[in-house]
Every structure is written in structure tokens, then in C-alpha cells.
T-cell receptor, first 112, second 111 residues
């Protein structure tokens, strides 16, 4: 399994753009990059998934460089409700079937 | 579309007892996975069921077991509870091949 490295914590202010970078040097050819968000005492919530270049949905954007050894989750104009732990996962596209390995994640704190 | 529903939300049990947790997946999802989350170990995979069959299993003792019914609802059971079993137990469902959607979890406290 590809190991991921993320910052332990980040601070931001409301209205700012937040970029969380995940390093995954040993990513395999068939691996996808998936990001989850988790609030205290709740289950993780799927945010976005990508394989290469850029993926955007209504919540976030995911930037993946050509070598795919890292990825950046971009949250536009964060609000207080975006305060959560964000996990970067690397592996098969079907996150439902396989045993997901969640690292320590990045604890994002958004201040007013 | 209703999300993944886990019951109960909170539970307090005594050491040595056994407990059963329930999970109702999103309608149409036939894969159900279970995870344990603790402050020290983070999120750890327990097992995954598809069409009433266990397909994957994590590294947990045999005290942890599960099953899935024909309607895809799943239960997990922990026997002979230990203090260290206190955790947030999460259930996730998905299509046969797809993204995992998690429930809100059951907070189990063993005293």
C-alpha cells in the first residue's frame, strides 16, 4: 500500500482558499487518490477522487502533477464549518470494497 | 436518498459483556464495511461484506464478528468486551465497485 504523508495541522481564516498537500512517493500505476473529510464523532465523508491532472466538484478541487507523487486538495473560500480532519488515501478506485488505510490526516482549523 | 444508518448512536457496556451494532446501507448498496476508530490507533478496517459473504477481513481478534442479511443490512458483534474496545464504530456502504459512504457511527464505551 502506498504510504501518504500530510501536514498534521493547518490554520486558516474564513473566506481564504486552503490547499492541503499529500505526498505519496510510492503510488502505483493503478492507484487513485481519494480525499475524505471527518468531523468529530462522525464518519468520514467522501470529498473528491482523481487519477491525474485536475478534478473539480462542487466542494473542492484536486490537483495531481504529472509524476503523481503528490496531490493537493484545494478548498475555495473556507468557512467555519470546514473545520475538520482531512484524509488523503491512495489505492484502488473502489474505496468501498477494499480495506481503506487512513493515516493521521490533516486537522484544519478555520478561524473567524 | 437516505444515507448509511447506524444504531444505536451511543452505547455503554460492562467488561465481559457482548454487544451487537447495526448498520443499514444506502439503498442499492450491497457492500458494507466496518471500521473501528480510536484516538490511539485511528481508523482501522474490521471487515467487509458483500451479498452476505465476508470478502475482506482486517487484523482483529475473533471476538469481533459480523454478518450481512439478504437485504444488505449488516450487524457486527463484539463478545467478551474489553476496556480497549471503547471506540467509535463506523459502517460504510458502497456499490459493488464504488466509493465508500460512511454512517455517523456508534460510540461504544466499555466500563
Amino acid at each position: 500500500l502506498a504510504k501518504t504523508t500530510q501536514p498534521i495541522s493547518m490554520d486558516s481564516y474564513e473566506g481564504q482558499e486552503v490547499n492541503i498537500t499529500c505526498s505519496h512517493n510510492n503510488i502505483a500505476t493503478n492507484d487513485y487518490i481519494t480525499w475524505y473529510q471527518q468531523f468529530p464523532s462522525q464518519g468520514p465523508r467522501f470529498i473528491i477522487q482523481g487519477y491525474k491532472t485536475k478534478v473539480t466538484n462542487e466542494v473542492a478541487s484536486l490537483f495531481i502533477p504529472a509524476d503523481r507523487k503528490s496531490s493537493t486538495l484545494s478548498l475555495p473560500r473556507v468557512s467555519l464549518s470546514d473545520t475538520a480532519v482531512y484524509y488523503c488515501l491512495v489505492g484502488g478506485q473502489d474505496t468501498g470494497r477494499r480495506a481503506l488505510t487512513f493515516g493521521s490526516g490533516t486537522r484544519l482549523q478555520v478561524q473567524p | 436518498k437516505a444515507g448509511v444508518t447506524q444504531t444505536p448512536r451511543y452505547l455503554i457496556k460492562t467488561r465481559g459483556q457482548q454487544v451487537t451494532l447495526s448498520c443499514s446501507p444506502i439503498s442499492g448498496h450491497r457492500s458494507v464495511s466496518w471500521y473501528q476508530q480510536t484516538p490511539g490507533q485511528g481508523l482501522q478496517f474490521l471487515f467487509e461484506y458483500f451479498s452476505e459473504t465476508q470478502r475482506n477481513k482486517g487484523n482483529f481478534p475473533g471476538r469481533f464478528s459480523g454478518r450481512q442479511f439478504s437485504n444488505s443490512r449488516s450487524e457486527m458483534n463484539v463478545s467478551t468486551l474489553e476496556l480497549g474496545d471503547s471506540a467509535l464504530y463506523l459502517c460504510a456502504s458502497s456499490l459493488e465497485v464504488g466509493s465508500a459512504f460512511f454512517g455517523q457511527g456508534t460510540r461504544l464505551t466499555v466500563v
